[in-house]
């Protein structure tokens, strides 16, 4: 009688190991997309604090609200103006991100109201806002 060679795998053993593999790919994939996901909406939302400040530099620099406006998406830098008034400096906007902000209407305790809104287009149906007149974020 002879003796087999039993050096190599069998094939049930690397099905195994490919299924094995698959799994793994699968779940390293769902986990970086989630986590490119998340840098967008860390983009939007440094967009629209920086936009938020731009509008209150504004503000002080010229004791005028800009007009409302947009911008995007970027990457882009926008003006923001009043009349007379421009201010080059702008706001800066991210790779894919869109801002909008409205300046007008009044607050309950009689304050301008600043909304800004921010988005980006790889993330669908999301969107950062910030309500001046609820004094946040959401």
Known sequence: MEKKDSSGFTL?????????I????????LQYNKMKENAYKAAVKTDVRNTLESILNFKIMYSKYPDSGSCGP???VCTLHNG?????????VSKGVTITWQIGGTCSDSSTQILITGSH??????????????????
């Open 12 to 20: 049930i053993e690397v099905l195994i190991v490919l299924a094995i």
């Open 22 to 29: 698959a799994i793994l790919s699968s779940i390293a994939l």
């Open 74 to 76: 970027g990457p882009q």
């Open 84 to 92: 007379s008034y421009i201010d080059n400096k702008g706001v800066v």
């Open 121 to 138: 287009k790889f993330v669908s149906g999301w969107q950062f806002i910030y309500d001046s007149c609820e004094n946040r974020f959401r």
